[in-house]
């Protein structure tokens, strides 16, 4: 597609579920970010991977976020036994090189009950 | 200025005027500099960038200044459109170039 694409665009979770989002780079683009954005905060970063290698993972709150890139094009981040505290816009932005212009997603609205 | 809780900054502005949205950031070893715009239920569209090389840099109706030495960045809007509205994100780069976003203002233009 012409840009990044995320699904779901919204989800609805109890807590204690399991979930996974999914995000779809533009097409040759070597570098991968997820962010998590609070209500009227700024995105705050997650996790990086550059293909398929996850160079930086020091964002990821606890052990229950886990993001794979294992082929170094889609990307999914799960979150295990989610939280309300978990209640966020998960956005992923894609770039060409390294370090350059990030063109996001439109997000993934998470919403735990 | 500054805001507590869910209240981000805001800049209200007519429709024609020129607006400057200000953002202060931390790390003296960022040398990258982004300016993003994101509009409600949208995720972030990157608007231009400087590096720490250049004191400042102009688009297209957007202009940035950088100054190191207090550690401030800028972003000039002129004529200031309606579709303009939306909240504006400063980010910045380290050596490891993983963007930084600071906390955002909103601008608001009045027809």
């Known amino acids: 597609g012409a840009g990044v694409s995320q699904s779901p665009r919204y989800k609805v979770a109890k807590r204690g579920q399991d979930v996974a989002l999914r995000c779809d780079p533009i097409s040759g683009h070597v570098s991968l970010f997820w962010y998590q954005q609070a209500l009227g905060q700024g995105p705050e970063f997650l996790t990086y991977f550059q293909n398929e290698a996850q160079l930086d993972k020091s964002g990821l709150p606890s052990d229950r976020f886990f993001a794979e890139r294992p082929e170094g094009s889609v990307s999914t981040l799960k979150i295990q036994r989610t939280q309300q505290e978990d209640s966020a816009v998960y956005l992923c932005?894609?770039?060409?090189?390294?370090?350059?212009?990030?063109?996001f997603g439109e997000g993934s609205r998470l919403t735990v009950l | 200025g500054e805001s507590v809780g869910l209240h981000l900054p805001t800049l209200s502005v007519q429709e024609g005027d020129n607006s400057i949205i200000n953002c202060a950031y931390s790390?003296?070893?960022?040398?990258?500099f982004i300016w993003y715009k994101q509009e409600s239920g949208k995720g972030p569209q990157f608007i231009i960038d400087?590096?720490?090389?250049?004191d400042k840099r102009q688009g297209q109706r957007v202009t940035v200044l950088l100054n190191k030495t207090v550690k401030h960045l800028s972003l000039q809007i002129a004529a200031t459109q309606p579709g303009d509205s939306a909240v504006y994100f400063c980010a910045e780069g380290g050596g490891s170039y993983i963007p930084t976003f600071g906390r955002g203002t909103s601008l608001i233009v009045h027809p």
């Open positions: 790390n003296s070893a960022s040398d990258y």
């Open positions: 932005a894609s770039s060409l090189v390294a370090i350059g212009e990030l063109f």
């Open positions: 400087i590096r720490s090389n250049m």
